[in-house]
């Protein structure tokens, strides 16, 4: 028994005079550290992709910074219409869409009579200001906004599998229609390959 001890302890010190005489170990741990950490994060990173996920869905328009989510949304919904099978959906924007912001409007009306020369004649001036409108104190007022317009649709392409079914496309040009509430006619549909 006690020569089995000194077998394993002579195969550890083995080992560790093995890793010593590697050179560049410290690169080698530095390696498997790094994937260690790229690992953990991807397990980390996909679970919260579950979640967000999950998190239940919310209004299709939005700006263009949402436009990826937004195509996957109408791809979710478009692919549970009957007979459309898988389904692609790209989104073009025109422009980046505007903030409008509140502005306190003032009118000043300022009428003047004149009675020289026997004529009663009036001038009215009516001057408007309008100035915005901030919140917050010194440094940190920022202006108050009234809507956020996102950007224009200016054309949806749409690629699903069930596309050659007549009925099927009309359904998915009805559908794209009412969620990004635009005209039909910037809707191209086609066949999946």
């Known amino acids: 028994m006690n020569d089995d001890k000194n077998e394993r302890g002579k195969g550890i010190k083995g080992f560790f005079s093995k890793l010593k005489s590697v050179k560049n170990i410290e690169l080698i741990v530095c390696i498997i550290l790094i994937a260690i950490i790229l690992l953990l994060y991807g397990i980390v990173r996909e679970a919260k992709k579950k979640e967000d996920g999950s998190a239940g ?18 791809e979710k919904i478009l692919s549970e219409i009957k007979g459309a099978g898988k389904v692609r959906v790209y989104i073009g924007y025109e422009g980046t869409g505007e903030v409008v912001y509140v502005y306190d409007r003032t009118v000043n009306t300022t009428v003047r009579e004149d009675d020289s020369g026997g004529a009663n004649l009036k001038t009215t001036v009516t001057e408007e200001k309008t100035t915005p409108v901030f919140t917050g104190e010194g440094s940190s007022k920022t202006p108050l906004v009234e809507k956020t317009n996102g950007p224009k649709i200016q054309g949806v392409v749409i690629v699903a599998e069930g596309a050659a079914d007549i009925k099927v496309r009309l359904e998915l040009m009805e559908a794209t229609a009412a969620a990004l509430n635009i005209d039909e006619k910037i809707i191209k549909i086609f066949i999946m390959k």
């Open 57 to 74: 869905e919310t209004s299709l328009t939005g700006t263009l910074s949402e436009g990826e989510d937004e195509c996957g949304k109408l």
